[in-house]
């Protein structure tokens, strides 16, 4: 597919409000991202962590942010903030950026609390303004989400030079004609809120235009666009685009029971984006050197045909996780966990290429405080009282040594 892929967009990008960041329900295992404005050349972020019985900030947080353009590398961190937001300077104009904030948290389990580590709230997809706006221009925000609807506000400059307007979803993973295809249609879909896709149309134009789609799936990324119709026509504009996850009904979506390879998986592919894109760049290596195709490809068309379709559908909107490990494993794990559990189990594929072995290699660390974040690690035996007995002769023995030695 298109690697290196360089967007340029109007007014793109996910745009959510304070209420968002701090929503009960929002992803406990990772907080979240969310933009608070941009420029042709910055774009402004504030991220949140859960905190809890069970979840922390160390004391003295550290905090940093991190971001890269979607499908390509490498990732540039700012370190040593010591708030939660930062306007990160000297972007490209017009340019789609991927950002996420990071913070050192520590986690309870088994009445245990964890050593401090890095933790990634989810990430946003949010776009530069263009240097020289065109004369009809605008801007979404997806400023409301639920387990069930999302909510999406359309800004338009110059509203008298439009006729209509539609705004436009569906699931990210749809096999559809792109979604901007069928946004400049003048009815997208057979029908609003129908199989994971739905419009709203707007034939009278001001300068906000608020839309609400219910009946959505529960943890499923929807990909929004907005496309203006100029007047006189035939001509068309994207006022905005972005891609939002819906929430979890009850605790967090990426608190889903995982077995221990699906909870590497997922924690690599959240918290360590660079690891997780080298892990899927060896990966796919191995499955062109012995099957001759590439990784997706196989696994679409011996496991799941259905599945190259869908990620063809990804690829025609941009958005091909072929280019983006962490996107890919966090995907699969939580989509997609028969077709993960296939390529983890492949007999053909070498141990120190399964996502456990190639972190126990390579980043053994890392590893650690992952399997014991999800309690994977087996916990120190009880002693039995025998056990207790002969300890504390040992430490008895050991005190009077030292007792006598200092007389």
């Not at 997809?125 to 801007?139: A, I």
């Amino acid at each position: 597919m298109r690697a290196n892929l360089r967007r340029t967009m109007l007014f793109a990008g996910v745009v959510g409000t304070c209420s968002l960041l701090a929503s009960p329900s929002a992803d406990a295992a990772h907080g979240v991202t969310i933009s608070t404005g941009q420029t042709d050349t910055s774009i402004s972020v504030a991220w949140s962590y859960p905190t809890g019985e069970k979840s922390q900030l160390c004391f003295g947080p550290e905090l940093s942010v991190c971001y890269k353009e979607p499908w390509t590398t490498p990732t540039t961190c700012i370190n040593g903030l010591t708030n939660a937001n930062h306007t990160i300077q000297n972007l490209d104009p017009g340019t789609e950026y991927k950002i996420w904030g990071r913070g050192k948290g520590r986690f309870r389990v088994l009445g245990i609390w964890s050593p401090c580590v890095w933790r990634s709230a989810a990430p946003v997809f949010q776009s530069t303004r263009m240097s020289t706006p065109p004369p009809v221009s605008g801007h979404l925000s997806l400023d409301g989400v639920s387990s069930s609807s999302l909510s999406a506000t359309v800004t338009v400059t110059s509203p008298s030079q439009l006729s209509a307007v539609n705004v436009c979803y569906k699931k990210r993973n749809l096999v559809l004609p792109t979604l901007k295809g069928a946004c400049e249609t003048v009815t997208p879909y057979p029908a609003p809120n129908s199989e994971g896709r739905g419009y709203h149309r707007y034939t009278t134009v001001t300068s906000t235009l608020s839309s609400t789609f219910f009946a959505l799936a529960e943890c499923q990324h929807y990909k929004v666009i907005a496309i203006g119709f100029e007047s006189p026509g035939p001509g068309t504009v994207v006022l905005g685009e972005g891609i939002v996850k819906t929430i979890a009904s009850q605790g967090a979506c990426n608190l889903i029971s995982f077995n221990k390879t699906g909870h590497i998986g997922d924690q690599v592919g959240s918290d360590h984006d660079e690891i997780a894109d080298d892990y899927v760049q060896a990966t796919d290596a191995w499955y062109s050197g012995f099957y001759h195709v590439d990784l997706l490809t196989q696994l679409g068309y011996v496991e799941d045909p259905d599945l190259f379709n869908q990620l063809s559908a990804f690829a025609i909107d941009n958005e091909d996780p072929r280019q983006d490990g962490s996107d890919l494993l966090r995907y699969m794990v939580e989509d997609r966990p028969d077709l993960y559990a296939a390529w983890q189990e492949d007999p053909q594929l070498p141990q120190s290429l399964t996502i456990e072995g190639y972190m126990e290699e390579n980043h053994p660390d890392v590893l650690q405080d992952i399997l014991f974040l999800g309690g994977f690690l087996e916990p120190m035996p009880a002693l039995s009282p025998v056990a207790y007995a002969l300890l504390a002769l040992v430490l008895a023995g050991a005190a009077w040594g030292l007792v006598r030695r200092r007389r």
